[in-house]
């Protein structure tokens, strides 16, 4: 017999076709206390779960007795209990290296598009204030020969280094938790503290995961550090920015501009203070939103689920312990 999986995303077609080769399929909605309640032997038998952004912690755990994989169409996992899903020695699969790129154009996007007001000049155009020759009101600040600083020189990082530096002639400066040779030889990268990254960078770029270290490591004191020219990029996720500070600190005129797109709470509440500051550009969380990204994601979820599934797992597992 197939084991049973839950399906809490809309797949392609022939994603879904390969699939249900494998498993029997229940498609539901979402993971919500509702949805459970209503499909309480699907999650019974359940013994692997594939989709995004819901929360799976211990409560949802309860539900779920034989389960032995979870498979998240995304990098991130903040959104996961991993200590939970490994006492349960369950598998938890991710999507790492096949949006790599395409994040990282979304974070070149909004940084010229911060820095060229490429979205607010758009929008007077579009309500016929262009009337003659534009002045410096209309003027942006250059993006090519400035410094770079990265939060986070992983996978996303790395790219983002490389269309920097290549492309634009930019100085990289960056922090991780270690040092990167790879970035310091092929993009002449500078690691550096968090403090002197802030102080030096024309644009700080946030790659970073959710983690209990990282939540708020952007608040007002380290906003307060960045130069009054320079602008906040946030591609990580919302809850690492204090977005109340961040508020603060563009309505004080302590930082340039930001270029957002993760938020503390998604989707952006419509009475957002940052809806209404000309200087901020926020994205609906389209990090890695192509057809082309999307796709290779779902398929890369669902041959990491039947991989997990079938005791076959080579990659893409965070907590491969469980695997021995
Ligand atoms: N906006 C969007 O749509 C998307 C957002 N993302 C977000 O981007 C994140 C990064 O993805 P990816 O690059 O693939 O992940 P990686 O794991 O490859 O990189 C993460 C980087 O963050 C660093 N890091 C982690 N914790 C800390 C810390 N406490 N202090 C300093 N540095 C830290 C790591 O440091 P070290 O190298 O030293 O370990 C590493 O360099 C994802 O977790 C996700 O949240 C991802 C995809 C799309
Ligand atoms: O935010 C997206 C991800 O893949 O993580």
């Known amino acids: 017999m197939k084991p049973s999986v839950i399906l809490y995303k809309t797949l392609p077609d022939d994603l879904l076709v390969r699939l249900k080769n494998h498993f029997t399929v229940t498609q539901l909605k979402d993971l919500s206390p509702e949805t459970v309640r209503q499909n309480a032997q699907a999650f019974a038998e359940a013994e692997g779960i594939l989709g995004s952004s819901e929360k799976v912690d211990k409560a949802f755990l309860e539900h779920t007795p034989k389960l032995r994989a979870a498979s998240t169409v995304s990098v991130g996992y903040d959104n996961f209990d991993v200590d939970a899903l490994s006492e349960r020695h369950i598998a938890l699969m991710h999507t790492p290296t096949v949006l790599t790129?395409?994040?990282?154009?979304?974070?070149?996007?909004?940084?010229?598009?911060?820095?060229?007001?490429a979205v607010?000049?758009?929008?007077?155009?579009?309500?016929?204030?262009?009337?003659?020759?534009?002045?410096?009101?209309?003027?942006?600040?250059?993006?090519?020969?400035?410094?770079?600083?990265?939060?986070?020189?992983?996978?996303?990082?790395?790219?983002?280094?490389?269309?920097?530096?290549?492309?634009?002639?930019?100085?990289i400066l960056y922090n991780a938790r270690r040092h990167h040779q790879e970035a310091e030889e092929r993009f002449n990268a500078r690691y550096c503290d968090l403090d002197t990254l802030l102080a030096?960078?024309?644009?700080?770029?946030?790659?970073?995961?959710?983690?209990?270290?990282?939540?708020?490591?952007?608040?007002?004191?380290?906003?307060?550090?960045?130069?009054?020219?320079?602008?906040?990029?946030n591609a990580g996720r919302g809850p690492v920015v204090d977005e109340k500070a961040l508020i603060q600190a563009l309505v004080d005129g302590k930082i340039h501009a930001a270029g957002l797109d993760v938020f503390e709470q998604e989707p952006l509440p419509v009475d957002s203070p940052l809806l209404s500051l000309p200087n901020v550009v926020a994205l609906p969380h389209i990090g890695s939103a192509t057809h082309e990204t999307r796709y290779n994601m779902a398929a890369c979820a669902v041959?990491?689920?039947?991989?997990?599934?079938?005791?076959?797992?080579?990659?893409?597992?965070?907590?491969?312990q469980v695997l021995k």
């Open 120 to 171: 607010e000049v758009a929008e007077r155009v579009k309500v016929g204030e262009w009337k003659g020759s534009i002045g410096p009101d209309w003027f942006g600040i250059d993006v090519h020969h400035k410094t770079l600083g990265i939060l986070g020189m992983g996978r996303i990082g790395l790219a983002l280094a490389q269309r920097a530096h290549f492309g634009f002639s930019m100085t």
């Open 200 to 233: 030096e960078s024309d644009f700080v770029c946030i790659s970073l995961p959710l983690t209990d270290e990282t939540y708020h490591l952007i608040g007002a004191e380290q906003l307060a550090k960045m130069k009054s020219s320079a602008i906040l990029i």
């Open 303 to 320: 041959d990491n689920l039947i991989a997990a599934l079938s005791g076959n797992v080579k990659e893409n597992c965070v907590n491969p």
């Open 101 to 117: 790129e395409t994040v990282a154009d979304t974070i070149m996007t909004l940084v010229l598009a911060t820095a060229r007001r």
